[in-house]
């Protein structure tokens, strides 16, 4: 069993920053991916950044150049670094990790930009 725990979200003038992190405990030591997710209002979930099991790197074409994910093995914590944030990037920020094929989720902490 893999728990997830979010924090960092929280409301933001358009062109600031926030850094959101997760913390993961349980059997995550063979993981596949983890990363983040997004869902806007009205919209479906969306993949933001994924990074592999080998350190690999996925970002969605919208945060490409302005968001950058990374994680500590040691602390089993994965984090997303948001730059230049738009009002468009609005949205509840959700922790994702693969493990074995399976998906587990947090329950999501919410990014609000201002215009």
């Known amino acids: 069993q893999v728990q997830l725990v979010e924090s960092g979200g929280g409301l933001v003038q358009a062109g600031g920053s926030l850094r959101l992190a997760c913390a993961a405990s349980?059997?995550?030591?063979?993981?596949?991916?983890m990363g983040w997710y997004r869902q806007a209002p009205g919209k479906q979930r969306e993949m933001v950044a994924v990074i592999t099991n080998g350190d690999v790197t996925n970002y969605a074409d919208s945060v490409k150049g302005r968001f950058t994910a990374s994680r500590d093995s040691a602390k089993n914590t994965v984090f997303l670094l948001m730059n230049s944030l738009k009002p468009v990037d609005t949205a509840v920020y959700y922790c994702?990790?693969?493990?074995?094929?399976?998906?587990?989720w947090g329950k999501g902490t919410l990014v609000t930009v201002s215009s």
């Open positions: 994702n990790v693969v493990v074995w094929g399976v998906y587990y």
């Open positions: 349980g059997s995550v030591r063979s993981f596949n991916a």
